[in-house]
Structures are given as C-alpha cells and as structure tokens.
C-alpha cells in the first residue's frame, strides 16, 4: 500500500468499498457554459445601466424631446388655424392696391405770369355775362396756355358766350378756329418802345446785319425786349426780304451767269459773288452751324464788317445761352425772313416785334400767304425800321402794322 500510494492520490486499499472520484484535470463543458452564462448575464445589466449614465445619452434623450415639443406645437397650430380670425386691414389693403391715381400732364412751356395792368381806354368794352350761364368759369380754365392741354376740345358748334371766351373776333381763345386772338379772356396790355400791345406771349424777328450792328442799336432792343418778355421766342436773320425760293434762285443763277461774262470779258466783276446761293433754313442759335454764319463771324475783306460776336460779345454770349433763341442760315439775297414769321405763328405768339431795315423786297406767294395767316390769327405787328428805306410797305399796310421810332 506503501508502495502503491501517491502524494496527490489517497491510497485506498484494494477492494475496499470507499473509493474516491478522482478530480478531473479539466472542469466539464457543461459547468463552464452554465458558469460563462451566469457571467455574461451580470455583465450585461451592468452594461445597460452605465450606458443610462453617459452624456450622449442625455443629448439624445433631450433633443428628442425638443423636437417632440415642436412637432406639437406646430401640429396644433395647422389645427387652429382655420379658426383665427382675419385682421380688418387686409381688405383695406386690396382696395389701395387698385385704386390708380392719375395726374395732369406737364405743360409743354413755362408760361410767364400775367402782370396785371389798367384796361387799354381804347379797347371796346365787353358786355357781362349772364347770371345763369356757368359755363364761363369751366371755358376759361381750359384756354390756360401751357396748361389743361389734356382737357376735352369744345367743338365748334358749341354755344358762344357772351364774353367773347370761345373765338369771339378780338379777345376769344380761337378755340376750333382761327378767329380768336389768343387765350382766352382779355389780353394784357403792356409797353413795349412807347407802343401799347395786348399780348401775353411776344414773337421777335431782328435783323443783325452789318447796319444793324454799326448802329448800336441791338443790345438796348433786346433789353427791353427781354425785360417785358423774358420767354419770348427770337429769331435772327440777315435782312428782311420776303419772296418765293424759285424767283431768288433763278435770279441769283442769271447774276452768276453776267457776272462770269464780265470776267471773261476783262471787264469789272464781283469777286465775291459765289456759284450758287444756298437756301434759308432755320438753325439753333446755339449750335456750331451758326458760329459760320456771315453775321456772327464777320466779312473778312469788309473791315467795318466784323460780325456780332465782336461788335456785342455780350449780346451774342447771353443769346447763345437762351434755349428759344433761332437764326434763319443764309445770305442776305436769299429772303427768307417768312421763315421766322411762321415759325412764330405756329409757336402760337400774338404779336411779333420786327426790326428790319426794308432794303429788300416783300412780295410773290410766300409773302401774300403769310399776310393771310396774320390776318386770321389776328397778331399784332410791331415794326421798327433800321434806316430810310421803305420796301415792302404795301405788305406791311395789309397786316397793319406798328411803327415805333
């Protein structure tokens, strides 16, 4: 037994009834599953509970709940929104949006302000208007000049008043027609070079020739001019002659003809004479077209000729600036002062002051047409003569002209 035993073994005696299990080198399998089951299972609820705890845990968890709250609250708004009321003010609003405010035009022209001045003795006195007749006020706003252009025409057939406001011969509007004298109701009276004239819108037509330059007339003419009318529309010519184109051309053709003869000739000629004569044209006075005009730059050969920019270089300085002031561009021969005049009937003028010297003649169609024109718009003719000569008075009798020293 001694021999047999072991250290680690309990000796047991052969046959005997006690006998030991011996332990096993390893543990059975199914002891251990059962062993790492119980294991595991105490890590895991550990697990859960530390995973509770951590931070991002707890962002999640909050930012769930925020946007759970928005949901909410944005749900119930869309539930409620059908019951809330409508602001009063909405309605309101629509009806400003449609509503389309309109204003009158623009006048086309300032119009100076009427001075207003004692009656003229010689005018003719103006029956009054009935007590019943209400359309006189309504009449005379509409001939405003300048202004309520926009406003509905009165047709010719309408009723006259007694006033004499719609085309009446001498004070109507010459509204529908060319009766009348200007706008409506009695024109101002004022003067102009010792002359009484009844007109609110003044037309001027002044020749600047070599003659009316050395005279030393032209800047007191165009002060006074300017301090009774400082709008009124100019026009600046060469000469004052009035005659159809075809006749001047065809004359100055026969000059250039007999005076080429006299060159070949050896005879006597005019140098200066061109080949042909350019017809009158009206121009702004100040663009660079009249710059080369022979009344401004002067004639070279002609000392005494030196033009108005150096004769009046303050009168040809303040009529460069002035936006309504014109020249008819040609020579003297041409004639082509109409030109002007009817330029200044259709800018609806009623009266023209005219300086002229009258060396050249008034006459053909042009001349009678425009008399014609004067006539029946009833404008008023205010002459004042640069010398002696007298041309063309038949012309200025038919218009009824002025004369002022």
Not at 9 to 30: E, H, I, L, N
Not at 140 to 164: D, F, R
């Amino acid at each position: 037994m001694g021999g047999n035993c072991h250290r680690i073994v309990p000796c047991v005696g052969v046959g005997s009834r006690k006998q030991f299990r011996m332990p096993a080198a390893y543990p059975k399998t199914k002891a251990k599953s059962g062993q790492a089951r119980g294991s595991s299972g105490n890590e895991s609820n550990r697990d859960w509970k530390s995973l509770f705890k951590k931070t991002i845990f707890l962002v999640l968890a909050i930012s769930l709940a925020i946007h759970v709250l928005v949901l909410l609250a944005f749900g119930s708004v869309a539930i409620f929104k059908g019951s809330v009321p409508k602001l009063p003010f909405v309605s309101q609003e629509i009806a400003v949006e449609e509503v389309v405010e309109s204003s009158p035009p623009l006048p086309e022209e300032p119009v100076a302000p009427v001075e207003e001045s004692p009656p003229d003795p010689f005018a003719q006195p103006t029956p009054e208007a009935a007590a019943t007749e209400e359309s006189a006020p309504a009449l005379e706003m509409l001939a405003v000049p300048g202004g309520a252009n926009w406003a509905p025409m009165i047709p010719k057939s309408g009723p006259i008043s007694e006033t004499g406001t719609l085309g009446a011969p001498g004070q109507g509007s010459g509204v529908g027609g060319t009766a009348g004298k200007g706008p409506a109701g009695p024109l101002a009276s004022k003067q102009l070079f010792g002359v009484t004239i009844q007109a609110r819108k003044l037309g001027v037509v002044v020749s600047i020739n070599k003659g009316a330059q050395n005279s030393g007339r032209l800047p007191g003419i165009f002060e006074e001019i300017f301090k009774e009318f400082p709008d009124s529309p100019v026009f600046l010519t060469n000469g004052g002659g009035m005659r159809d184109w075809d006749v001047v051309e065809d004359e100055f053709n026969k000059r250039v003809e007999e005076n080429n003869k006299k060159k070949k000739a050896g005879e006597p000629y005019d140098k200066f004479l061109g080949k042909e004569i350019k017809k009158p044209e009206v121009g702004r006075f100040n663009t660079g077209a009249a710059l080369d005009w022979v009344v401004i730059r002067g004639f070279k050969p002609d000392p005494d000729y030196v033009g108005l920019k150096e004769k009046h270089p303050d009168l040809f300085e303040d009529l460069r600036r002035r936006p309504g002031v014109w020249f008819i561009g040609s020579n003297k021969e041409a004639d082509g002062a109409y030109l002007a005049f009817d330029e200044l009937i259709k800018k609806g003028v009623e009266a023209i002051y005219w300086y002229n010297q009258f060396d050249r003649p008034i006459e053909g169609k042009v001349a009678d047409q425009l008399a014609q024109k004067i006539g029946e718009s009833k404008i008023e003719i205010l002459v004042q003569n640069q010398g002696s000569r007298a041309q063309g008075m038949d012309w200025l009798k038919r218009v009824e002209a002025k004369f002022v020293k």
